[in-house]
Every structure is written in structure tokens, then in C-alpha cells.
């Protein structure tokens, strides 16, 4: 699932060439950033689409990258610790196809054109009492690949971002931008501990028995759950915000 992209991440400095490149994300602070409005600071603002069409190209190009290697991780590490649900399903894959959910896609776009990065890809099926870990332990290992590989590809992003020249306003550096700012905020997103999410399954790896099992009721009003966060952004930027400067302050090693 994708989480609202948020601009108000810091600037990240670059290599600069002979025709200094832009600070770190102000592509998207220029024009095309959050809406300063309180309790609206969780997406673009209103008629991003229509107005910067060249950066929401760059938005879903990345988007689409970031999302295929969440889920193909959840597979991998499925598949690593014994269960093989998802490779016999086609699903241990880096082709976007295996994993967009058209439904997810199609909600993703409409989204946008209103201002909030919202959509979701297809779950990667998982049999838990496959794991050789066990199933408990195992799905909360699984889970966590789906971030880990977004934190992963954020932090290579930045040091490309540090040790390569670029020129002002270049493809290549509207790309790597995008592709940090996407990676932190999908990291971050799905780390917030409510079902569907898969800091909910981590966080019931980390609980003991009883208080996992107890919270584990919670998970069929998961969805309801999320919904209400979505609707009332101001909330949702009070969870995500924390959780994104500390995704940004390790991928970037500190330097947030």
C-alpha cells in the first residue's frame, strides 16, 4: 500500500555540477508541495495533476518501482523461510504486473488528481505455518521485508544522490528525488502498527503470546480503522510525520 507523499522532508544536499542542481526535493516544494492548510499537510496540493504533470509522471514511475520491490521482498523472505505460496503463484517476481491490484491502481489515480497519494498493490499470500521460524515470528519477519527494501532503496538513492554531479533540474536527479521521497514515505506508511499494515504483523512478532493474541482480534476492523485515518489526514500526519523523520534520519545516516 502506498502511503501520502510529504515534501516537508529536509533537504538532502547533492554533488553539485557546474550548474548547481536544486536542493533536495524542492521540485516538489515549489509549486507542488503539501497544502499548508492545518490538518492537510499529508499530500499535494489540489491540482497537482493538472499543474506539474511532468513530476507526477516521475511520482508514478517511481511509485511503480518501489511498490513491485515491497511485495516481491514479502515473497522472497517468504519464500527464504520455507513457505512457497507466493513463488507458485508467480508472485517471486520483479515485474510490476504480477503485483499492481487494478482496483488499487485505478483508486491510486483518482486519488491523485484530488491531491492524496493513496492506493494499494496486491497482498503477497502467505501459509505462516510454512515458516521455519514459526508462524508468529515468521510473518512478522516477512512483514518487515516489505519496508526494510524501501529503506534499503531510499538509503542507495541518497548516496547517489551525494557522489553523483548533477545538473539543475535533470531527469536523472527528478527520478532519484522522487524515488527517495516515495521510498521514506512508503517505508514510514507501512510501518504504522494498524491492520492491513505491516507494522500490525510486526508488532504481534514482537509482543508475547497472550497480548499478541488479544490484539490479533483487532485485525477484521483494520480496514474501518486505516479508512479513519485517511479521512482525518491531521491525525494520520501526527502517526506518519514522526515515523518518517526517523526512516529519513537512518536511511540517511543521521544526516536528517
Not at 512483514?143 to 553523483?164: D, E, I
Amino acid at each position: 500500500m502506498s502511503g501520502p507523499l510529504n515534501p516537508r522532508i529536509p533537504s538532502i544536499p547533492v554533488k553539485r555540477s557546474p550548474r548547481p542542481a536544486r536542493p533536495w526535493a524542492a521540485w516538489y516544494n515549489s509549486g507542488g508541495g503539501t497544502d499548508s492548510r492545518p490538518g492537510h499537510q499529508s499530500g499535494p496540493r489540489g491540482g497537482f495533476v493538472f499543474r506539474h504533470p511532468e513530476q507526477f509522471i516521475y511520482l508514478a514511475v517511481a511509485l511503480l518501482a518501489s511498490l513491485t520491490i515491497h511485495e516481491a521482498a514479502h515473497a522472497f523472505v517468504a519464500h527464504a523461510l520455507g513457505d512457497s505460496t507466493a513463488k507458485n503463484l508467480g508472485r517471486l517476481s520483479l515485474n510490476p504486473l504480477r503485483h499492481l491490484d487494478p482496483l488499487g491502481t485505478i483508486f491510486l489515480v483518482v486519488m491523485a488528481f484530488s491531491g492524496v497519494g493513496i492506493g494499494w498493490a496486491k497482498p503477497v499470500p502467505v501459509n505462516p505455518y510454512n515458516l521455519r521460524i514459526g508462524a508468529k515470528s515468521g510473518m512478522a519477519v516477512v512483514a518487515l521485508a516489505g519496508p526494510m527494501s524501501n529503506m534499503v532503496l531510499a538509503a542507495a538513492l541518497f548516496v547517489f544522490a551525494q557522489s553523483t554531479p548533477f545538473a539543475s533540474g535533470s531527469l536523472l536527479l527528478n527520478l532519484v528525488q522522487a524515488g527517495f521521497l516515495v521510498n521514506v514515505s512508503l517505508a514510514a506508511f507501512n510501518l504504522i502498527p494498524v491492520p492491513p499494515l505491516d507494522g500490525f504483523s510486526v508488532l504481534l512478532g514482537i509482543l508475547p503470546n497472550a497480548p499478541a493474541y488479544s490484539l490479533a482480534r483487532l485485525a477484521p476492523y483494520g480496514p474501518a480503522m486505516l479508512l479513519l485515518l485517511i479521512v482525518f489526514p491531521g491525525l494520520l500526519s501526527t502517526i506518519l510525520n514522526p515515523l518518517r523523520n526517523f526512516v529519513a534520519s537512518i536511511v540517511t545516516f543521521g544526516a536528517f
